[in-house]
């Protein structure tokens, strides 16, 4: 007799409540551009980089609460462009870190990925990679982390007391990607000039939700920018590339501040990506008349908010704010792999070894049947998600590919003032699909792409909203 997974949700106790406290913030960006080639992540072909664009960056804002002198709470929040936080890397940090800064609880470490395909592969047996000349996974995954744990004690180590605000903007970057046809399925990237087409899957977050930090003069320090869009429009290339947020930075820099220290924060988007999937030729009508590349572009529109937005919070700057953050520890049911999906891997395995294929997706279908052996003796698949409060804004993480109708019941349901879902944070980085987009099918959707299912991300919604409201007890 098969019975339903338990769903557990540890969150530290400590943290359910958040009252007044002095902020000390520090920030640090370092460069995590590797020395020489390396295989690129994010596709299912391998790919040796031939040189780079821009550099790769990884960026800290350390924050720390404290009441009468005394240290209360915190975070480190950091960012880094790479495809996905990888298993090799979450917890070798953390453990540099405790050796490097006791004072702080590696727990509190919030680090996300921008999704950058176009940054080095992190953990060996996912591609075949020349051992000559090529900087190996783990020797990225070991010069990374040096980087990562350098950046974090600079960032902690130079927290001095300062001040936050916040904002909202609107600015046009995640599209959905997700076709659908009359015959009811979908596509990832599907044809819109298809006389079968009939629409786009699901819906689309222009909101671009800001949390700027603020030495004690009302200087800018640091900005942490979310926007619902993973960093994927050089996707394709064989050159390391730092995508959009290389641009973001770049414009920010010229005009705002030379040294501001950029957080980039994908939101909930899943289902959404750069890419235009109709009016292209306009578009690039429009870019040709400006002089840019389409990254640029992108730049250009969170730039411009970011810039008019940052002038309206610095009006409103806090120094003395309620700070709790809390972290918890979700098991998630997985999504159930059924016999028809095991004989439908088996023959495009079959196929793919037949035609020699030598990209990962033999790997890709294999691990379905690996799941479908073992779904019964292991139900559950752990996702960490951190929910802060900082002053009127909450934070909640989760560590999926998010499809965007998640983020946004998240959104709606907080009884924070303004709700920042920040995706791809920590271990994970497989799709969670809506039940619609289960339906429609296709890449993203099916359960190669999917540890978790739709029920799965009720749940994680629900656990979220929760925690967020927690800290919230007197709102209505």
């Not at 395909?117 to 020349?130: D, F, L």
């Not at 400006?290 to 970011?306: C, H, P, S």
């Not at 700057?317 to 999504?335: C, G, K, N, Q, S």
Request: aromatic content about 8%; charged content about 25%.
């Amino acid at each position: 007799m098969k019975t339903k997974p338990v769903v557990f949700f540890i969150i530290a106790l400590a943290a359910a409540s958040a009252s007044a406290a002095e902020l000390r913030i520090g920030a640090a960006t370092i460069n995590i551009t590797p020395d020489k080639p390396v295989a690129l992540d994010g596709q299912f072909n391998a790919r040796i980089s031939r040189g780079v664009d821009n550099p790769i960056t990884a960026t800290a804002v350390a924050i720390e609460s404290r009441e009468g002198g005394r240290a209360v709470d915190g975070a480190m929040l950091l960012s880094c462009d790479i495809v996905v936080i990888r298993p090799p890397i979450l917890q070798p940090l953390r453990e540099r870190l405790r050796e490097k800064l006791p004072a702080f609880d590696p727990r509190k470490l919030v680090i996300t990925a921008t999704h950058t395909h176009t940054s080095a592969v992190t953990e060996e047996g996912t591609y075949e990679i020349p051992k000559e000349g090529v900087m190996q996974p783990s020797e990225y995954a070991t010069f990374l982390i040096d980087r990562l744990a350098e950046v974090c004690v600079r960032a902690w180590n130079q927290r001095k007391p300062g001040g936050v605000s916040w904002g909202l903007g609107h600015a046009v970057v995640g599209l959905n990607r997700r076709a659908v046809y009359a015959d009811g399925t979908a596509k990832m990237y599907g044809a819109t000039n298809d006389p079968n087409f009939r629409g786009i899957e699901g819906g689309e977050d222009h909101g671009m939700e800001m949390l700027f930090f603020w030495d004690k003069r009302e200087n800018l320090l640091a900005a942490g920018i979310n926007v619902a869009c993973p960093s994927q429009e050089v996707e394709h290339r064989s050159t390391v590339n730092a995508d959009f947020w290389h641009d973001v930075r770049e414009q920010l820099h010229a005009g705002l501040a030379s040294d501001l220290f950029v957080l980039g924060w994908p939101g909930a988007a899943g289902d959404l990506s750069p890419h235009r999937m109709y009016r292209k030729e306009a578009e690039d009508r429009m870019l040709k008349l400006r002089g840019l590349t389409y990254t640029q572009e992108i730049g250009r529109r969170i730039a411009l908010e970011v810039n008019d937005v940052y002038k309206l919070a610095q009006r409103d700057i806090r120094t003395d704010v309620p700070f709790a953050h809390t972290v918890a520890d979700l098991t998630l049911p997985v999504r159930k792999v059924t016999e028809k999906e095991v004989a439908d891997a088996q023959k495009e395995i079959e196929k793919l070894q037949k035609s020699n294929d030598k990209s990962h997706r033999v790997g890709w279908f294999k691990r379905t049947l690996d799941r479908y052996r073992t779904q019964d003796s292991e139900p559950t698949y752990p996702a960490e998600v951190h929910v802060l409060r900082i002053g009127d804004i909450a934070i909640a993480t989760n560590p999926f590919e998010l499809f965007q109708d998640y983020g946004t019941q998240m959104k709606a349901r907080s009884k924070a003032l303004q709700t920042f879902v920040i995706q791809l944070t920590g271990p994970g980085g497989t799709y969670l699909p809506t039940e619609r987009a289960v339906e429609g099918g296709g890449y993203s959707a099916v359960i190669q792409s999917n540890r978790v299912g739709p029920e799965g991300g009720q749940m994680l919604v629900e656990r979220t909203v929760e925690a967020i409201n927690a800290l919230w007890p007197d709102a209505k």
